[in-house]
DNA sequence: GATGAATGAGGGTTCATTCAT
DNA sequence: GATGAATGAACCCTCATTCAT
C-alpha cells in the first residue's frame, strides 16, 4: 500500500460504507467504489490489494471509530450509572448518526470478508465498557454474568429497534430511546 | 409420466439454507444449490422461477415454520409469565436447533430478495405474542410500550446473543439461557 | 415418425409458422410449438425427430402448398397475359392471406435449418411457372431472359411491397396491386 | 492510460456482419463476435452495452454506408435516366461487394434488435433516392406511383436476384446486370 | 502514482432434447 | 403413444483483477 493522496484513503472509506448500505456487502463493486470516490478503479488496486483487504480496512477503521465514540465524555471514573448511561446513549448516538457504519459493521460480521482473528482482534477496543461492566458488578449494582452475554444482550436489543425504526422509516423520538434504556436497564439490575 | 417430485423442494430448501449460512445470501449461487440439493441447474428453474422466487418461498417458509414453532406448548390462556417463558424458549431453541434457518431469515431481511410486501406480510403470523404482550400490559404486569418495542428488544438480545454464541465456539447452556431469559423477563416488567 | 394422430400435424404446423410470425424462427422454441400446439414438448419429439426436421417439414409443406396456390384458376392453355396475371394475383393473394406462412418460407431461405437440397428440390414446384414464363418469351411476347432471373424480379418485388405495406401498417388496395402489376408487367414486356 | 483502441471497433462490426451471414442475427453470439474480432467478451461490452446495441450500432453504420454508396457519383444535377441509371448500379454494386452487410441489413429489418424508431430514422438517408423519383414523375418519364411502391419494386426485385444468383453459387455477370436494370426500368417507365 | 481498457471466470437463465412414468 | 420433469450445454452479461500507457 502506497500511500500518496491521504485524502483518497478518506473519500474510499465514505463511499464504501455509504455503498454498502444502499446496495449491501456483496451488491458493492470495485467500480462502484472508485467512482464514488472519484478515482479510476485501478487506483483502488493501489491503495488496497483486493476487495477482501478493502473491506477488512474499512471494518476497522469503523470498528475503532465506533469502539472510541462509545466512550465520549466517558470517563472511568464516572459512577456505574453514570457512565452506563453515557456509554449507553453514545452506542444509540452512533447508530443514529452513523447508520451507513453500522450496517456497515452489521453486514460484515456475516460475510467471509471479515476473518476469524479480525472480528477477535476487534473485540480489545471494547475493554473500557467490559471495565464498567465489571465495576457495575463488583458493586452488586448489575446481576454478575458473563461480559459477552451483557453486552450481547444490550447491543443486540439497540441493534434491532434501530434497524427496525430505520427500515419501517419510523424515526426514534427521546421518548422511545429512554424507554429502550429502561429495558436495558432494568434488565441487567441485580 | 414423471410427476414433479415434491421431495425435490424440501432437497433444495434445505440446502438453499445451509449453503446461506455458510456462503450469505448473495453468495450463493444457483448452481451451487442445485448441486447440493442432487438435481441439474435447469430443475431448479422447474421449482422456481428464477433466485429471488426461490429466496422468497424458502423465507416465507422459514418465517412460518419460525412462528409456528414460536408458540409450541403455548396456550392463549397461559398466565403471561407462563405464556412469555415458553414463547421465550421457544424462540431459543428454535434459533440453536436451526441455526442455519434463523441466519436465512436474518440475512432476508435486508436484502433485495425479499419484497417489502412479503416483509409486511410476514408479521401477521406474530400476532399471538403481540396478544400476549398485550395481556401483559393490561394487567401491568409488564412496562406499557410500544409492540415493536418490546419485540425488538427481546428478539435482537437473543439474536446477538446466540450469533456471539455460535461464532465464538460457545455453545450456550441452559444455564445461560436462563439468565438470558432473566435479563429479558426482568427488562420488561412494570 | 410414428404417426397416430394426424390433426396433431395439423396443429403443429399452424403454430409453428404462426410463432415464426411472431418471434422469428430463431425465437421460436420447441416448448413454445407444443403449447401451442396443444401437446407435451415431449410428443413433438415423436412426430418430428428434433427442430431442424420439424422446420424442415413444415417448410416443404407451406413449399408445395403455395406452389399449388399460385396455380389456382390457371390453365397451361390459358393465353400468356391472362395465365401472367392470374399467377400474379395467385403470388400476391397467397402472401396476403398466408403473411404468417409467407413470412416463414422468407426467413427458411437465410437460415440453417433449410439444407441446401432442400431449397433446390423445392425449385420443381415451380416448373408450371417457368413454363408459362417459356412460353411468353417462345411468342415473343415477353424479353428471353433467363427464368431466375425473370421470376427472381417477379418474386422478389411482392415480396418487398407486401412485407413493406405489412410492417408499415398500410394495406395494400387493388389499386395499389394493380400499379404493382403494372410496374412488373411492362417490364418483362419484350 | 491505455485509450480505447478504435481500430477494435472496426473489428467488431466487420466480425458482426460476416458471422451474421453464416449464422443468421439470432444465431450468433456474443462470444463468437468477440473471437471473430480477436478480443475477449467482456470486452465487447466496454464498446457496446448489450447485444441489441450492437446490433443497432452496426445496423446503423451499414445503413448510412449502404445510402451513402448509392449516391457514389450521383449528381441531383444528373438527367433522371443517368442518375437512376448510376442509383441502381450503386445498389447492385454494394450488395454484390458488401453482400455480408446486405444481408446483415436484411435481417435486421425484421428483427426484435432494430427498434421501430431506428427503422425509421433510417428512411432519411434514402431523400436524395425519393428526390430523384420525384424528378422522373415530375418531367413525366416514369408512372406516378407512390414512393414506397417504386423504391419497394425495385430494391425488392434486385434484393431478390442478387440472393439467387448467391446462394444457387451463380455469379451475376454484367450482362445479367444490364437485363435485370431494364426490367426494372420498362418496368417504371411512364 | 493514476488511469481505464482489457480480461475471462463465473453467475443467472434458457432451451433442445431425453427419459421415467 | 403421451406426458412433462429432468438434464446440461450454452447464452448473455458482470465484475474482480491486471496491464499498457
Redesign the pocket.
Known sequence: M?K??ES?NGAIYESTVQLVLEKGLA??????ISKAAG?????????FS???ALMNKVFNICRKESASFYLNDYSPLDPFDVGFRKIFNNIVTYRLQHFEKFIFLEQCYHSPFITEDVRKDSLKYLNPIFDLLQKGKDDHIIKDLDDALLLGYIIGSVNEVIKKAHYGNKSLDHKKIAQLYQLCYDGILA
Not at 451488491?27 to 462502484?32: A, E, H, P, R, S
Open positions: 502506497r500518496k493522496d483518497k451488491g458493492v463493486t470495485m467500480c462502484d478515482i479510476a478503479t485501478g487506483t483502488l488496486y493501489i491503495y483486493n476487495k477482501e
